[in-house]
């Protein structure tokens, strides 16, 4: 079973090469960058020449329909680095490669092409003209490059009820909620179809609640859109949450790419690993890391006896029982079983069929409350049903 993300991802196409990329702010940027070069540290460098290594020598790849997670403390670099993706700061040095194609040395044309079909980005205060209603937002960017009237309508209501904001096209935006304010900056940055999607701490305006739909809604638009999302956060929680791959950054420099389970199971150095500490570890934690074979197997077409036998050997007052090699069937307890045998009943007629089933690649999270409610340990299943372990209620606290 392929349950591996990174492996998909790492044999992904490139869309971004980011290659050196510097960017300083300043007017002593010689002198910063000898400074610089000489071992200083960004804090040094701006004490003694009041010019900021903003970014230093950032060098990554964006995969094809990946979410990228770009993740660090405030003035880390993090918004300065995806606006150079859109060439709204131009680098001091370095390149960035889209398909290919150094976007610094787009000409005029190449420019507007690129930023109006190619890249959207969602900002975290919405950035919306209150002076137009929900519709009037939405379809902005289909009016500025020329489309009929009734043409960029059906593509704005299509975006709009793609963020679930069906009935409100005309809506002053005023009279909307946050959470309903971002879902139009999304709307409006996704009707022009682009390719990559750079959101710059677009949820941090919005309350915990809110928050986590949104974290919902944007999986649910990227499984259905299928888009390059590049997503600042501070949160390593939102973070790992929907991240394939997460970027971890500090003083304008990338110290760690990963998948957040390789992250978590292999940080770079103690600054990565004091970050996932203050993660809450359910998130990150699947199924697959906690779970354990069971120690009593039973197929269905075994008689009793050999049932009881397998139980009382591993000191266990149930077992799993399978068919057709591996796949799940259910339960049966030691009781059933002991009467199984004395009324002469096969295992089908004791087997108890509803047994809580999870997958593999489940969150704990996810899990935490049919593990705790569960009578026995819950079956983890791949998709075609064949059983790959199980997981109890104290596999699933002791791994938090
Ligand atoms: N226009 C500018 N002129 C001078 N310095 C700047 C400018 N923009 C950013 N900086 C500096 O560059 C560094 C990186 O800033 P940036 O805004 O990219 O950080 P960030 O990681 O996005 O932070 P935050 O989480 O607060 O948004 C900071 O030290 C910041 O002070
Ligand atoms: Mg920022």
Known sequence: MSNNIEDDIENRETLLKVKNLSKIYGNEKKEA???????????????????????????????????????????SGKSTLVRCFNMLNKP??????????????????????????KISMVFQNFGLMSHRDVIGNVEYGLEIKGMSKEERHKKAKEMISMVGLEGVENKPINNLSGGMKQRVGIARALANDPEILLMDEPFSALDPLVRKDMQFELLTIHRKLDKTIIFITHDIN???????????????????????????????????KQFIDSADKTQVISVKNVMITPN???????NPQIAIKVMRESGVSSAYVIADKTKFQGVITLDDALRA????????????????????????????????????????????????????????????
């Open 296 to 302: 009593s197997l039973v197929r269905l077409r075994d």
């Open 341 to 400: 045998q004395r009324e002469s009943l096969r295992l089908s007629d004791i087997l108890i069929r509803d047994i809580k089933t999870t997958s593999p690649d489940t969150l704990l999270t996810d899990i935490i409350t049919d593990a705790t409610e569960a009578r026995f340990p819950l079956a983890v299943v791949d998709d075609e049903n064949n059983l790959k372990g199980i997981i109890s209620k104290v596999h699933v606290l002791s791994s938090m």
């Open 238 to 272: 939102e973070a790992f949450k929907i991240g394939d791959r997460v970027a971890i950054m500090k003083d304008g420099e990338l110290i760690q790419v990963d998948t957040p389970e390789k992250m978590t199971s292999n940080p770079k150095n103690d600054y990565v």
């Open 33 to 75: 960058l000898k400074l610089k070069k000489s071992g200083l540290t960004k804090d040094e460098v701006y004490a003694k020449t009041k010019t900021t290594i903003a970014l230093w020598e950032v060098s990554l790849e964006v995969k094809k329909k990946e979410i990228f997670v770009i993740i660090g403390l405030s003035g």
């Open 92 to 117: 001091t040095s370095g390149n960035i490669l889209y398909e290919e194609k150094d976007i610094s040395k787009y000409n005029k044309n190449e420019l507007m092409e690129y930023r109006r079909n």
